[in-house]
């Protein structure tokens, strides 16, 4: 529908603009003008709308959010001191405000010319968790449009930590002090910035809530600078905000879930490894990659066709000069026991086939004449406009083309690359509005209109999404993510892992990089004693001799992370090509991918359940102990293992923290350890410290050359000092059966430490018997 926005006091003229349907708020208040919309999604989230005109305050948020409104179990009362909204897991009040008096001559000049509007917010205890103190709108002209800057400002105290916001590369996890560009942005000095607007804050007490800042716009956040927390859209004419509290991290997470949309359960595939490279040529070398891994007995799941496999951008088909039977290549993929993902970009040439067709319905991001644009003003990138999946046609059109023109020929997935996008879209125009309005959204709209045509035209298949850029909601889109196009340098690296921690803390699970970095391999001459030979090497020239080493190091992290994915702008990529002494090591570690498979398949259906990450920051597993608030070279994957990735050349021995309130068990030498302390441990290149937490059940597959083959258990490993669940989960891997009531097998394992016995309270997935599979580690 369209509505009005009210021209301001400073005499901007009205526009118009395209917003959702109208809410149904619990209440909606008036503090002397401005409008204050109070609406419950659930007992633990609230959403506060605040504008000068009522029905932007009424109305609906933007896209992301897909949840109704509820507010059962919520009251509403008048006291002296306000609006109080209650639940029985938070409360909300909006403060009254007075008619304000006459001014005195300073604030003539400095007070604010909006009727102010302040709230706080208290969890089920009646404790304060944050104080909205502000809000601004302030007149600017964008991108032609005569619009407004709005934000809101919350106390901050000393204590309080700050995570998430999608994805930033500047290498430390907490945000506190920090000045954050939320906004895609492929060219981020430090690596590509991501924007998920979900700011999650913990403080020392164990407190802990998250904001959902409801705007699509690019977004400035300074978390906790000057004892406060300062959110600024760029354009907008209201504040959206949802507020999520809960007892622990994972209840933010649930809330998350329930206000976005769940997370899908990937194919069982996306847990094994992914063969990727820019690019394999033709199909012969590609094939031959994937032989080469059945030749040598190492696993493999997924080959990847990366692009410039067609004939030119926009043409949406497969050159079939270099791959002359494309169908053929997959049956034969298939037969491997393998699947495939297929690079499809949202961008077309001129001279492309469908180029004049979406010109003339309009179905490109367009300039301030109507006219496509195309290509962009830098690095040498002049070919191709973007197709405007913010239009439902657009988008559609694009699914059923990539559909009929390539999935046809049996790929099995989609890798949409782009998805920030590239094309940057301020300046310009979406059939929504503005590219400056919409900045962020382009990433869930194109995911979404895949994950919709899958859903519709492949019911019996499980879908997955490769995708460079996400934004609120992209999680149910059945997106993997990864950090973009970084550099292959010990630096990048470093970046990596708290890079990884704030974006799984932003409500998205499924992360990784590029293992080895997808620029071409170059970096600064090694300072210290090259810990890989690089005899035999393939993979990068003469002058970088410490890059094995740096693979072995980014691979044996990646292990350890969501998706195992090696990817890069180099000669050669596959496993065995970084040389001889560094292919037994990287064959061990795909192996010990291959044996956690079970416990990360598992976990990979906690979070369809929960909403809640298995790569964790210490924060959400230790909120008890200061020390693991700040630490983002180290992490929790799933509840049993801690992991401390080597990213200095040349390391041997690294300092390792063990957070308080649990001992912990070497997951090499089983020796225990006491937790509360920092360990140093031997680091040689066969190894990275990893720790089980005591009180762990891991279970560990037989190997197998893929997910194809049905994996039996080798061993349930538990680690004694406490009690212990873990719930294994299996299905058949590749339908969305696991979606329902006889989708799938749980078993529920149950240690008590007291007595030393492991049971299960159903059977086992695998049909085994327990007996003969447990393996207690150490001693009590």
């Not at 999608?166 to 430090?190: M, S």
């Not at 998250?210 to 716009?217: E, F, L």
């Not at 044996?556 to 090696?566: A, K």
């Amino acid at each position: 529908m369209k509505m009005r926005i009210l021209a301001s006091a400073a005499g901007m003229s009205c526009l118009a603009l395209s917003l959702p349907a109208l809410a149904a708020p619990l209440a909606l208040l008036d503090r002397n003008g401005t409008r204050v919309a109070v609406e419950p999604y659930a007992p633990n989230i609230v959403r506060v709308t605040i504008a000068l005109d009522p029905e932007l305050a009424e109305a609906a948020p933007g896209e992301g959010p897909n949840a109704k409104p509820d507010s059962a179990g919520w009251s509403h009362s008048t006291t002296a001191e306000g609006d109080v909204f209650a639940s029985s897991a938070l409360s909300l009040t909006v403060d009254a405000k007075p008619w304000p008096k006459a001014p005195s001559q300073m604030e003539r000049y400095f007070a604010p010319s909006l009727p102010p509007v302040s709230l706080s917010i208290r969890d089920a205890q009646g404790d304060v968790l944050t104080k909205m103190t502000g809000w601004e709108m302030a007149p600017v002209t964008v991108n032609g449009e005569k619009t407004f800057k709005v934000g809101a400002t919350f106390a901050a105290s000393a204590d309080e930590h700050y995570y998430g916001l999608g994805q930033n590369q500047e290498g430390t996890l907490d945000l506190k002090g920090r000045q954050i560009d939320c906004a895609h942005y492929y060219d981020a000095p430090a690596g590509e910035t991501v924007c998920v607007p979900f700011l999650v804050t913990t403080k020392a007490n164990g407190k802990v809530w998250g904001i959902v800042w409801d705007n699509p716009a690019r977004t400035l956040v300074w978390p906790g600078l000057h004892s406060a927390t300062r959110f600024q859209s760029q354009v907008g004419e209201r504040v959206s905000f949802f507020v999520i509290t809960g007892r622990t991290s994972d209840d933010l997470y649930a809330g998350y879930a329930k206000l976005t949309g769940e997370t899908p359960l990937p194919p069982k595939a996306a847990f094994g490894l992914i063969q990727s490279k820019a690019r394999y040529e033709t199909q012969q070398e590609l094939l031959g990659i994937a032989e080469g891994y059945r030749q040598r007995g190492l696993p493999l799941d997924v080959m990847v066709l990366d692009w410039f496999y067609w004939t030119r951008m926009g043409q949406i088909d497969i050159d079939r000069t270099f791959f002359p039977d494309p169908k053929g290549m997959n049956d034969r993929l298939k037969a491997l026991g393998m699947r495939s993902i297929i690079s499809v970009w949202p961008r077309f040439e001129r001279e492309s086939r469908y180029f004049d067709m979406l010109e003339g319905k309009g179905w490109f991001l367009k300039d301030k004449e109507g006219k496509p644009v195309d290509g962009l003003p830098m690095r040498f990138d002049r070919a191709g406009a973007l197709i405007d999946s913010t239009n439902p046609e657009a988008r559609a059109w694009f699914w059923n083309t990539v559909r009929d023109n390539i999935l046809s020929q049996g790929f099995d997935w989609l890798w949409l690359d782009e998805t920030e996008p590239d094309l940057i879209p301020d300046g310009y125009f979406y059939s929504i509005g503005s590219g400056d309005r919409y900045h962020n959204l382009f990433p869930l709209v194109h995911t979404t209109g895949a994950a919709e045509g899958s859903a519709r035209d492949r019911p019996g298949m499980r879908n997955m999404i490769l995708s460079r850029a996400a934004y609120l909601g992209s999680q149910r889109t059945g997106s993997l993510f990864w950090s973009s196009d970084v550099k292959s340098t010990w630096e990048a690296l470093r970046r990596q892992v708290p890079t990884g921690l704030n974006f799984t803390a932003s409500g998205l699970a499924y992360w990784g990089s590029d293992i080895g970095g997808w620029q071409w391999p170059s970096g600064p001459r090694a300072e210290h004693p090259v810990l890989v030979d690089p005899a035999g090497a393939t993979a990068m020239g003469a002058d970088y001799p410490d890059y094995p080493e740096l693979f072995v190091r980014w691979f044996q992290y990646s292990v350890f992370t969501p998706t195992l994915r090696i990817h890069g702008q180099r000669p050669a990529a596959a496993l065995w090509e970084y040389g001889t002494a560094a292919e037994p090591i990287l064959a061990d570690w795909l192996r010990l991918r291959y044996s956690l498979i079970p416990y990360l398949y598992a976990l990979g259906h906690g979070t369809y359940e929960t909403g809640a990450p298995f790569m964790r920051a210490l924060f959400m597993d230790f909120p008890d102990d200061p020390k693991a608030a700040t630490i983002g070279d180290q992490y929790m994957l799933g509840k049993a293992f801690l992991v401390a990735p080597v990213t200095e050349q040349g390391q041997t021995r690294r300092a390792v923290y063990l957070p308080t309130g649990s001992a912990w068990y070497d997951y090499w030498t089983n020796q225990r350890y006491e937790g509360g302390q920092t360990v140093e441990v031997n680091t040689p290149i066969e190894r990275i410290p990893v720790f089980v937490k005591a009180g762990s059940i891991v279970p560990v597959g037989a190997q197998v050359p893929s997910t194809a083959t049905k994996q039996a258990l080798e061993s349930i490993r538990v680690y004694p000092g406490a009690n212990a669940t873990f719930t294994l989960y299996d299905d058949d891997g590749t339908t969305n059966a696991y979606s329902g009531k006889n989708g799938g097998k749980k078993a529920e394992l149950v240690w008590e430490d007291a007595s030393g016995k492991l049971s299960s309270r159903q059977p086992l997935p695998s049909g085994q018997s327990l007996n003969g599979l447990v393996k207690v580690i150490g001693g009590q």
